[in-house]
């Protein structure tokens, strides 16, 4: 007698995970959710804190700008999304997982039609979820977005800048658990799903309770600067870093376990966050954006210098020096 066995194919079924995360992109460019890079809190923190060093960084810059075009530190000085009219997105989405070797670097690069994003990865495999990469300060061979100053090194990297960068890393992502998400627009539906912006606000009001942290938190060092709100200046710069990572975070290198006097992440955090909890701008909170045209500034900024306005920078998610 002979028996036939027959084999039931069940398709896997897909866990679905809910994930928050946000990015900061041009006013024009915010419809549309896809071929994007977005982070989490601490990973998006780590790109308004560096910024804050731009317009000395940048300056120091203009006699040689292809050099500052390879330097991690510096590479966003010509980059066009690190100034102008921006919001900051606060977008629920759903994941099935992630691959931690498949991160793409996705943005408006030049060619690009205004808002065509489009994404590009060093890995050839075939994608598998998510791509994923942790916020990180280390070495050149294993962090290029923030590797750790050299003295003497031919490529300059050797600036206070560069130690900025470095330690604002390591504190939000080594130590911090920073990371980037990229969601390729051709894997919608297959590895991330039902995005939606939760609340969209401008990046300036956004940046406004973290600076405020941080100017109360080193008043006495702000205050001795000429100009003390003037965030262009090397003094109020230099207060702010030294303020954030603690002294010396301008020559000295401050890995994990070695970051003595910097702030509470989580009063860091918290402060980054107050725009979305709240839309009272006496709390910190930001007012939405409007469904299509302009997203102002809060009613605040009217009475800011226009020295400090004009020097607020927003760096994108990026960092390839290549």
């Known amino acids: 007698m002979m028996f036939s066995l ?89 994941v099935t997982g992630y691959d931690d070797d498949d991160y793409k670097l996705c943005d408006v690069w030049p060619g690009n039609k205004p808002c065509e994003y489009t994404c590009f990865g060093h890995s050839k495999l075939p994608t598998k979820a998510v791509g994923r990469e942790p916020v990180c300060g280390g070495d050149h ?59 969209m606000i401008n990046a300036k009001c956004q940046a406004r309770a973290l600076e405020t942290l941080v100017q109360t938190t080193g008043a006495a060092c702000f205050g001795g600067c000429p100009q003390p709100t003037n965030q262009s200046t090397a003094c109020w710069i230099d207060c702010f870093f030294s303020t954030v990572l603690g002294p010396d975070a301008d020559t000295t290198l401050k890995p994990p376990g070695n970051q003595t006097g910097a702030m509470s992440l989580a009063e860091l955090e918290t402060a980054w966050l107050a725009g979305f909890a709240s839309d009272d701008e006496s709390k910190g909170g930001c007012p939405p954006c409007p469904a299509t045209g302009p997203c102002p500034d809060s009613g605040l900024v009217a009475a800011e210098d226009a020295a400090t306005k004009s020097a607020t920078r927003y760096a994108p998610r990026r960092h390839s020096p290549s």
Request: with cysteine.
């Open 141 to 199: 061979a294993t962090c290029d977005m923030a590797p750790a100053p050299i003295p003497d090194d031919p490529r300059g990297m050797n600036k206070s800048w560069d130690y900025w960068n470095y330690n604002i890393a390591t504190l939000m992502g080594n130590t911090g658990g920073g990371e980037w998400y990229s969601l390729q627009s051709s894997d919608k539906s297959k590895y991330w799903r039902n995005a939606t912006v939760v609340k």
């Open 6 to 94: 027959t084999v039931l194919l069940v398709p896997s079924i897909v866990a679905w995970q809910a994930k928050t995360v946000f990015d900061v992109l041009p006013e024009d460019c915010r419809s549309s959710i896809g071929n994007n890079d977005v982070g989490n809190p601490r990973g998006d923190m780590y790109f308004n804190l560096k910024d804050k060093y731009l317009p000395v960084a940048c300056e120091a810059c203009l006699s040689d700008p292809q050099s500052c075009q390879h330097n991690p530190a510096t590479f966003d000085c010509t980059n066009p999304e690190s100034s102008g009219n921006l919001v900051v997105r606060k977008i629920a989405i759903e």
